[in-house]
C-alpha cells in the first residue's frame, strides 16, 4: 500500500466515523426530545418550572 493510500484510507475511516457519531446523536437528541414531549403532553413539568412559578408568585 502507498504512502497515499493509507493516508486517504485513515482520513476516509475517520470521516465514516465521526458521520456516524453525528447520525447517532442527531437521532438520540430527537429521541429524548420525543419523549420529552410526551412527558410534558401526559402533565409531568420539570422541577425548575415549579421554582420558576413560585417566584414569579412571589
Do not use: N, P
Not at 32 to 46: C, F, I
Amino acid at each position: 500500500m502507498s504512502h497515499f493510500a493509507y493516508i486517504a484510507v485513515a482520513y476516509g475511516g475517520s470521516a465514516l466515523a465521526l458521520a456516524g457519531l453525528a447520525l447517532w446523536l442527531v437521532s438520540d437528541m430527537r429521541a429524548r426530545r420525543r419523549e420529552l414531549d410526551h412527558l410534558h403532553d401526559a402533565g409531568h413539568r420539570r422541577r425548575s418550572d415549579r421554582q420558576e412559578t413560585l417566584r414569579e408568585a412571589k
